[in-house]
């Protein structure tokens, strides 16, 4: 059972037009079975967060192309690619960023 | 396979965990925090002097920017021109390096009108953007994009630039600025002042009405783009820049390239997406920012504080299939993602790339596409794109039209003009009429409108094939388009008395 985790959200770059405007959020997760990792939370986010448009945020698992993800302020491609960094080693507030490249 | 798949993937994971522990490979010590191309993964401090490195290289490497000279920064507020302008601060200030010696200027053109934002979203935007020019004590410009529609004729022609410069030109621009203090580009007061000036709501609606017209987003943008680097030249000109320096990053040239190619516009390839585009004459645009990707800027203007305004453009919020331009992108994006070496491959075949008739930059402008002002490449052999496209227009007009303009040329015709045109001598009145002075009656006026094709390059023909009606145009454009259809006319009634005109290939045809 991996406990709550409180997570700092931020989306710029326009991102944030698919979230009503709202750049950072503050969230926790709720616990669940298995450890949380980045395609949870992009579902999480798509069911809880977006306002609109999903199919311009998330492309099957993962972000659409485009956007960049940062965690804790580093490229997520350092991290053993895409959609499996596991949230929870990150400590408990972690931010992800979440910007389109353009 | 799936989960054999996963399980791996997870092991791993629990390994090294989101703390990240790759090292730069730069420098070999500090814990990497970006990856640009393909596996190379840079810490910040490393990452940062890349960036700044490249732009000066760039930059010196070019040598088109002479020292103490006057440059125009297009400062859209998206993330590539905001970097850009961070750049040139950088590279500015007493510390850098090697330092960068031109003097800079601020241009932002408020597009809201073209996109429909309300007076408000403009004002909001553009006090967002008046703090970030401010912060850089250069001067800046705020312009609405409604002022395109009182530019002069002169935007689209091309004044002629002043010579080649002979290659001493370069070293006797860096003695004479080393006399001068490199302090002279403070703010005239009065202009830092000067908000969005007012945007009469009739000019808003002429605006909305061109942009309207045009009836797919892929003609839309096409004209809005037409329309804003108009707007960006004339600024140019008329406050004494002689450089235009555009925030094009290579991702979007791969894009532009792609849709370049979409859009038949295979000719002017070289010039819109090379570093340096000399088809304004005196006025040379220049793309520092084209050896950066989207990426690598996204990270630069996180790490370091670049403040960005989000800019709502045409395509904003659409989906990827509202346009050629939009579906380019999505798949110049994804290509990036899934292959990051061949999106650089793509904008480096536009370095090789040059344009046949290229040479003929010493022609007049009349042979100049009315619209994009590159040379024009209608002229060209019987087996292109272009002709088979004319000839299919030409069997479906005979079927619609049948024999209504007897005396009609086989020229470039329009099908569609048709209906405006109809309209054009009675509605329109004055402007369009000019030509009556000239000896044709209302069945000449007919042709007038017909041929503005005949004064535009392959691509923009299909640009303003797409619009319901040319009347909309800014007036400069249709008066330009009148000028040169009237010397083309007048070149062709005294044609038979000219001893040579071998050279007039493109008025062959009409
Ligand atoms: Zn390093
Ligand atoms: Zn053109």
Request: hydrophobic share 35%.
């Amino acid at each position: 059972m991996a406990a709550p985790i409180a997570v700092h959200l931020e989306f710029g770059g326009g991102a944030e037009l698919l979230f009503n405007g709202v750049k950072e959020h503050h969230v926790t997760l709720p616990s669940q079975s298995e450890p949380w990792d980045m395609k949870q939370l992009l579902v999480w986010i798509q069911r809880n967060l977006l306002k609109e448009r999903p199919e311009l945020f998330v492309q099957g698992d993962s972000v659409r192309p485009g956007i960049l993800v940062l965690i804790n302020d580093a490229d997520w491609e350092l991290m053993n690619q895409n959609a499996c960094a596991c949230l929870t080693a990150a400590g408990l507030d972690c931010s992800v960023g979440l910007k389109p490249a353009h | 396979m799936c989960q054999v798949d996963e399980e791996y993937q997870e092991e791993l994971e629990r390994a090294d965990g989101p703390s990240v522990s790759k090292k730069c490979v730069k420098c070999k010590e500090a814990s990497a925090a970006v990856v640009i191309r393909a596996g190379d993964t840079y810490c910040r401090s490393c990452f940062k002097e890349y960036f700044i490195h490249k732009f000066r290289a760039m930059l010196g490497k070019n040598r088109v920017i002479f020292p103490g000279e006057k440059v125009l920064l297009a400062v859209s507020g998206g993330p590539s021109s905001c970097s850009m302008l961070s750049q040139v601060q950088e590279g500015l200030s007493q510390k850098a390096h090697k330092k960068l010696r031109f003097s800079p200027g601020i241009v932002h053109i408020d597009e809201g009108g073209a996109v429909g934002q309300s007076a408000e979203e403009r004002q909001r935007k553009v006090s967002e953007l008046q703090a970030v020019f401010k912060a850089t004590g250069f001067p800046f410009l705020i312009l609405p994009l409604e002022q395109v529609l009182d530019l002069p004729s002169s935007v689209v022609e091309t004044a002629l630039s002043p010579l080649e410069p002979p290659p001493s030109a370069y070293k006797a621009a860096v003695d004479r600025f080393n006399q001068t203090s490199s302090s002279d580009y403070l703010p005239p007061q009065e202009r830092e002042e000067k908000s969005l000036p007012d945007v009469q709501k009739s000019h808003t609606q002429l605006l909305q009405q061109l942009m309207g017209s045009a009836k797919t987003l892929t003609a839309r943008e096409d004209l809005l783009n037409t329309l804003r680097q108009h707007l960006l030249v004339h600024t140019a000109r008329t406050e004494g820049y002689s450089k235009l320096m555009l925030g094009d990053n290579c991702t979007r040239l791969a894009i532009k390239l792609l849709t370049s190619i979409s859009l038949g516009r295979g000719a002017q390839l070289a010039q819109d997406t090379g570093f340096s585009d000399s088809r304004y004459g005196n006025i040379i645009s220049v793309r520092p920012m084209r050896d950066y990707s989207a990426k690598e800027i996204a990270f630069y203007n996180h790490m370091f504080n670049v403040p960005a305004v989000v800019v709502a453009s045409l395509d904003t919020k659409t989906s990827e299939k509202a346009s050629i331009q939009r579906l380019t992108e999505s798949f110049v994006t994804k290509l990036q993602t899934d292959f990051p070496s061949t999106v650089s491959t793509i904008y480096r075949t536009s370095e090789k790339l040059q344009t046949a008739c290229r040479s003929s930059s010493s022609a007049d402008h009349s042979d100049r596409c009315l619209l994009c002002v590159c040379t024009l490449d209608t002229a060209v052999e019987k087996a292109s794109a272009f002709q088979a496209t004319l000839i299919s227009e030409q069997l479906s007009q005979t079927k619609s039209l049948g024999c209504r303009n007897p005396g009609q040329s086989p020229g470039p015709v329009k099908p569609e003009s048709a209906a405006s045109t109809g309209q054009c001598c009675s509605s329109a009145g004055g402007e369009d009429c000019g030509r009556a002075t000239s000896g044709g009656g209302c069945c000449s006026l007919t042709t007038e409108t017909t041929d503005l094709k005949s004064l535009l390059c392959y691509s923009c023909q299909l640009t303003i094939r797409d619009m319901s009606s040319v009347d909309h145009l800014p007036l400069y454009i249709l008066s330009e388009a009148q000028r040169r259809q009237r010397r083309a006319q007048m070149r062709d009634e005294i044609s038979e008395f000219l001893l040579d005109d071998g050279d007039e290939g493109i008025y062959r045809e009409v």
